[in-house]
């Protein structure tokens, strides 16, 4: 007998397929999906459908034997609204992914069984209990998971069509860092799990891949191992974007190799242009005075930035929106990008604001990055959620943009379509900004929470 099973990656409605802000996919393809398929049992007879809700419909009257859903916090309603319809259908559903591992609990009620952590190993065993008639309800992660010796991700069955590309690696998990919003050290700790280098350049020349994606939190976290990674990546001659953090720049040595070895962007939280706010959220080991000069740096090695800055730390005033976007402006970074300070569960910043009584609500919902679900300590929520959207508007200005751009060492054509990209997003924020959308009964969709929003907004006006 032949086991059926459907994958499912439930979207938040800024992102999903027909309702959200963009009209087509601007994402890369992820990576989670089809590691799941390369992950099921050789032995056991199979088919897997994949549907990613960015790009496509979830059928609700899909016929399958088990049904998994990855759930990130602001997709966890819609992924337990999947969860229950399903179940209530007579199917079996999984349920993991980051928000399944930060708080099991919130999950396990809507799911047959939940896997906790990466799922290398118990995704398999649980497979092979489902199909022995033995299905525990919880999986955990191994103490001693490694990413060694992995079958081939199954990018087969992405769609290339829809997706920017498909091109997409890691060769890393975790950071060795200790940022109170991340969720990462509070789910999975601060040990990186590293493949083999020598099996991720094979998956690189496996696939062919000339220009691709590594979805690493921080590539640089483990220097000798990002070294050999780089030294290893110079003979294959792609070109690749990543993520990394700004002590990059500081390493000389190391910032040449990872230029040589064809990196062309990577993406760095920068967070603030506030000394005390980066202290606060425990990452003092940058400094905003340095920022222009580090952002320099990049771009002499040929090393375009998207510079990520956050909103809401408790040193930010309401002046802290237009210097914000002055300063992206005149540091000439390649492609900002903007979020409100988001408390994720069972974070350090969730259980002080969750101390402090300053949670405005716990529809994880609007636990997006663009919804204000805390109250912040020198302005109202409002005028956080304003803020952010001027910023959005400020740095994407035609003349923003024209500016912050010229000299970029991107190729042309990607970084203005990037930007003309990010300038639609500002200017249709505020769309998704009236919480009455799938929050009160008379207006709900199916997989939306019940729940009054704790923000009333209009949208911003901004020359």
């Keep these: ?64 034997d088990l049904v998994g859903i990855t759930v990130i916090t602001p997709t966890a309603p819609r992924s337990y609204w999947l969860a229950d319809h399903f179940r209530a259908r007579g199917i079996t559903v999984v349920l993991g992914g980051p928000h399944v591992t930060l708080v099991p609990e919130d999950a396990a009620p809507h799911a047959d069984a939940i896997v906790v952590g990466y799922a290398e190993e118990s995704w398999p065993r649980l497979l092979r209990d489902f199909t022995s008639g033995r299905l525990a309800p919880r999986y955990e992660q191994i103490p001693d998971l490694s990413l060694a010796h992995l079958p081939p991700v199954r990018r087969d069955l992405v769609p290339r069509r829809d997706y920017v590309t498909t091109d997409v690696f890691e060769a890393t998990r975790g950071c060795a860092h200790a940022c109170d919003f991340c969720v990462v050290p ?13 099996e991720v350049t094979e ?26 990674l780089f030294a290893a990546l110079v003979p294959l001659g792609v070109q690749w974007y990543g993520l990394a953090t700004s002590l990059l720049a500081r390493d000389r040595e190391l910032l040449e190799l990872c230029a040589r070895s064809g990196c062309r962007g990577l993406l760095i939280g920068l967070e603030s242009i506030s000394r005390r706010g980066l202290r606060e959220v425990h990452k003092g080991f940058q400094d905003p005075g340095d920022f222009k000069e580090l952002i320099a740096v ?33 540091a000439e970074i390649d492609l900002p990008r903007f979020a409100v300070l988001t408390p994720f ?23 997006d990055g663009q919804h204000v679900v ?16 001027t910023a959005w508007k400020h740095a994407y200005r035609y003349r923003s943009i024209a500016r912050r751009i010229w000299r970029s060492p991107a190729a042309r054509s990607i ?33 939306m929470a019940s729940g009054a929003c704790p923000v009333r907004h209009e949208p911003a006006q901004v020359a």
């Design 1 to 64: 007998m032949t086991l059926s099973i459907v994958l499912l990656s439930p979207k938040g409605r800024l992102y999903r397929h027909r309702s959200g802000i963009f009209r087509r996919s601007l994402r890369y393809a992820p990576l989670t999906l089809p590691t799941l398929v390369s992950l099921v049992p050789p032995e056991i007879p199979h088919h897997v459908r994949l549907i990613d809700e960015g790009i496509r419909d979830i059928p609700l009257d899909l016929a399958a």
């Design 374 to 389: 805390f109250q912040p300590q020198h302005m109202s929520a409002t005028e956080l959620m304003r803020g952010t959207e």
């Design 298 to 330: 990049f771009h002499r090695h040929g090393i375009a930035i998207q510079g990520c800055f956050v909103f809401g730390f408790d040193d930010d005033t309401p002046e802290v929106f237009e210097r914000t976007a002055q300063f992206v402006v005149e």
């Design 203 to 228: 998956d690189i020349a496996r696939s062919g891949a000339r220009r691709l994606i590594f979805v690493d939190l921080n590539l640089v976290s483990d220097r000798n191992y990002a070294a050999r």
């Design 415 to 447: 970084v203005l379509g990037a930007n003309l990209g990010y300038r639609f997003y500002a200017h249709h924020l505020d769309r998704f900004y009236n919480c009455d959308w799938g929050l009160v009964p008379r207006t709900a969709e199916p997989g």
């Design 345 to 367: 569960p069972a974070t350090p910043l969730y259980r002080r604001h969750e101390r402090d009584g300053r949670l405005l609500t716990r529809n994880w919902e609007l636990y």
């Design 186 to 198: 509070s789910a999975w700790g601060r040990r990186q799990l590293q493949k083999p280098v020598e």
